[in-house]
C-alpha cells in the first residue's frame, strides 16, 4: 500500500466517524437497502458471487454528498438481504487513477477475484484521460493494483471511455465499454483478451447513428452485455435522450436492447429500446451470474444531476443507495425483473391478508397494513374501462392503475425539494398483480411479476406511516402485506 493510499483510506474513515452519528439518526435512512456509510453512493460496480459470497462494490465519495473522485466501497452477503461493510477496495492513490476509480466489473480470473475499473485522470486545464485499471485479490478483501491494462483510446474516439464490463466465453475475455465517438455520438465497444493483460480492439457494438439506430445519446454510459436463454441482451444508460411522450422523462435513462452479439466483427445489431425502469430513480444498472445460474441485477437509486442537490438527506451527511437484487428472464419477449426469492427473510411474521377487497371511492385503510417498512401484494386486480385502482404510501406517493387509452400505470409524488406534484408513466398489457417495497425513503413497485417496474425515492412526513387504498375496480382483489425487519446476522 502506498503512502497516498494509506493517507486516503484513513481520512475516508475518519469521514465515516465523524459523521456516523448524523446519518444513522436520519429518519430517512434505508432499513434494508445498501447505502453510503457517509457521502454519495452511486453506480453499482464488481458485482459478482464468487467462492459463494456476493460482493457488491459501488461509486462512493466519502466527504461530501456530491460528486468527486470516487473511491470503491465495498459489502458482501451470503444471503442477497444481510450486507457486511467490507474494508474499501480502491482508493484514487496512483497517477492513472487520481481523479476516480471509476466503475468497471468483476471476474475470477485464475482463482484471483480481479477488478477491472476506468482510471480517470484530469490536468490543470480540466482534459480528460482514461485508463482501464486492473486489481486482483485472493481472498476477495484485499487488492492489489496492477495498473492500465487499456491505456489508449481507439481512433475516432474521446476520452469519455468508461466503465468496463466482462465476462469470459471459452476461454476468451470479453468486454464492453461505454464511449463517444469525436462527433459527440454515445455508443458501446468490444474488445477481447486471451490473458486479461492485452485487450484487442474489436468494433462498436451499437450506439447512436449506426445501423439500425438514428440518434441515441451523446454518452452511452455503463454497458452490460450478456445471454439469457440463448438471446442476447445490451444494457446501457444512454444519455442525452429527449422526452418522447411518456418515454425518457428522467434526466438520463437505463434501458435494454435484444440482438444478436457477433463477437468477431463486435456488431449487436439492437432490436428496439426499452426502459428497464419507469420510476423517478434508476440508473446505471450492473448484472451478474451467480452459482444457481440466476442473472441477477442491482441498480443505482439515483440519477445524476437530476434534483441531487435537493435531497432532505444532505443534512444527515448522506445521499442515495442501491436498489434491491433483482432476478432477470426472458418472457413473452419482455426482460422480467423479479426480486429475489431471498428477500422474503425481510418479512416479520406470517402478515396480513385481506379477501375480496370491497371496493370504495372514499380512501380507507386495511387493518394491519401500516408502517415505514413493508411489503404488499395486490392480486386478482381487475379494472374496468372507466375504473381505477389507488395505492397512496404514507400520504406522498401515489401508485395508480386505469384505463386511458388502453392500461396506465402512474406514479406521483412532490418533487424532491419543491412542491408541485411530478408524475411517471408505464402502459403494460394489462396489470393483475402489484408487488410493492416500502422503506424509509424509497418504493420499488413490481407490476405482473416484474414486467414493468417504477423505482423511486419518496421523502414524506416522518411521521406518516399510512397505507391507504381507493379506486372503482370490477373483481374484489386480494391484497396482503408484511412488515419488513432490519437484516441481521
Known sequence: MTDREKQLLEEAEQARRNHEGSVGADPYRQQFHVGPP???????????????????????????????????????????????????????????????????????????????????????????????????????????????????LPDGYTAH???????????????????????????????????????EFVGPVAGSNLDPLGDFGYMWECPDLFQLNGTDILIVSPQGLEPDGIHYLNTYQAGWFKGELDRKTGRFNPGAFHELDRGFEFYAPQTTEDEYGRRIMVGWMGVPEQAEDRHPTISHHWIHCLTLPRELRMQDGLLIQKPVKELEKLRAGKGVEHKEVTRSIAPFELEGIRGRTLEIEVRNLQIPGEGYFSMMIHGEGRLTVSHEDGCLVTFERTEIGGVNRERRYGRPRSVET????????????????????????????????????????????????????????
Not at 50 to 69: E, I, K, S
Not at 166 to 194: H, M
Not at 467 to 479: L, M, R
Request: a negative charge; aromatic letters at 14%; hydrophobic letters at 35%.
Open 38 to 152: 457517509v457521502g454519495l453512493i452511486n453506480d453499482p460496480n464488481g458485482w459478482i458471487q464468487w467462492r459463494g459470497v456476493y460482493h457488491l462494490f459501488y461509486q462512493w465519495n466519502p466527504f461530501a454528498t456530491t460528486h468527486g473522485a470516487k473511491f470503491w466501497g465495498h459489502v458482501s452477503s451470503t444471503d442477497l438481504v444481510t450486507w457486511k461493510e467490507e474494508p474499501v477496495a480502491l482508493a484514487p492513490s496512483e497517477w492513472y487513477e487520481k481523479n476516480g476509480c471509476y466503475s468497471g466489473s468483476a471476474l475470477d480470473v485464475n482463482g484471483d477475484l480481479t477488478l477491472i475499473y476506468t482510471g480517470n485522470v484530469k490536468d490543470d486545464q480540466g482534459n480528460r484521460s482514461s485508463y482501464q485499471c486492473t486489481a486482483v485479490s485472493k481472498d476477495g478483501i484485499t487488492f492489489m493494483k496492477q495498473g492500465p491494462a487499456i491505456d489508449t
Open 434 to 489: 402489484l408487488r410493492v417495497f416500502i422503506d424509509h425513503s424509497s418504493v420499488e413497485v413490481f407490476v405482473n411479476g416484474g414486467e414493468m417496474v417504477f423505482t423511486s425515492r419518496l421523502f414524506p412526513d416522518i411521521l406518516n406511516d399510512s397505507i391507504t387504498f381507493e379506486g372503482d375496480w370490477h373483481e374484489n382483489p386480494d391484497i396482503e402485506a408484511w412488515s419488513l425487519k432490519t437484516p441481521s446476522g
Open 161 to 199: 471511455f468508461r466503465d468496463p464490463k466482462v465476462w469470459e466465453e471459452a476461454g476468451v475475455y470479453y468486454l464492453v465499454i461505454g464511449a463517444q465517438t469525436e462527433d459527440e455520438e454515445g455508443c458501446a465497444l468490444l474488445y477481447r483478451s486471451d490473458d486479461f493483460r492485452t485487450w
